[in-house]
């Protein structure tokens, strides 16, 4: 195998169980387990995968969603898979912890940008070049948001490879001096990497925790509470989003250069 495409298209269903094919033109991306259970309990279909690092499921309106794991490389890894797909558009569904007094938990933020700290990117695009959304797309999740009786905020998202900062006073001061809205693991990378691969993508994130201050940081007991308040909600909006997108018939591809 010598090129990019023989090998994702070899890679796709080791790493998921599905084939290429079984894939739809639109795609949820996320980290959690009880997501892509509960996208399986709702349109009563098979999650695929399950001996695999990542779980995967179509529904029979052909949008399909994949449990990636955490982290960068990993957000990177299934972006360069998905070449194997061409996929039309891609949506994460994630957490990030809130960096400004407005993003509360619970709330949910469709970043304008994010902040390349995590370098994975690094391998796709120099750092100048600016990792962003496919505005189209982030125009019709908007347009959903709202149509659930749902708030939301937009911003610039700090997307870092470290997990565990929140003790770090200096890492702090570097936050804050960003002017981030908010912090995550995965959002640089996807913004970069579909705009390497040509593939639109967005990203819905919910915050979780608002870790600037010691009783904010993310603990096991809080996040359970945030996923039982607000998971269902943001998944509600991500399959709405990207099935309704679809049948509107909006292209939101951007131009190649």
Request: hydrophobic share 35%; aromatic share 10%.
């Amino acid at each position: 195998m010598v090129h990019k495409y023989e090998i994702a298209k070899n890679w796709l269903p080791r790493y998921t169980g599905m084939q290429p094919d079984d894939f739809g033109d639109y795609i949820l991306l996320t980290n959690f387990t009880n997501y892509i259970d509960s996208f399986s309990e709702t349109f009563d279909v098979e999650i695929k995968g399950q001996d695999k690092p990542m779980q995967s499921a179509t529904n029979k309106d052909g949008l399909s969603i994949i449990n990636f794991g955490i982290g960068s490389p990993n957000a990177a890894l299934i972006m360069d898979l998905l070449t194997a797909r061409n996929p039309k558009g891609v949506l994460f569904l994630g957490k990030c912890g809130g960096l400004k007094d407005t993003s509360e938990i619970g709330n949910f933020i469709l970043p304008i940008a994010a902040i390349r700290g995590e370098g994975t990117s690094n391998d796709y695009f120099p750092p100048d070049v600016p990792a962003l959304p496919s505005f189209k797309l982030h125009k019709f999740v908007s347009e959903k948001i709202v149509e659930a009786n749902c708030d939301y905020r937009t911003g610039v998202i700090y997307t870092t490879n470290r997990r565990l900062w929140e003790h770090d006073k200096v890492f702090l001061k570097k936050l804050k001096k960003s002017t981030a809205i908010g912090i995550d693991m995965e959002v640089a990378t996807i913004f970069v990497t579909g705009h390497y691969n040509e593939i639109a993508r967005g990203a819905l994130l919910l915050v979780s925790d608002v870790p600037t201050t010691p009783e904010g940081v993310k603990t096991e007991e809080s996040d359970k509470k945030v996923t039982s308040d607000w998971s269902k909600k943001h998944l509600e909006i991500g399959i709405k989003s990207m099935t309704e997108i679809e049948k509107s018939g909006e292209k939101i591809k951007h131009f190649r250069y």
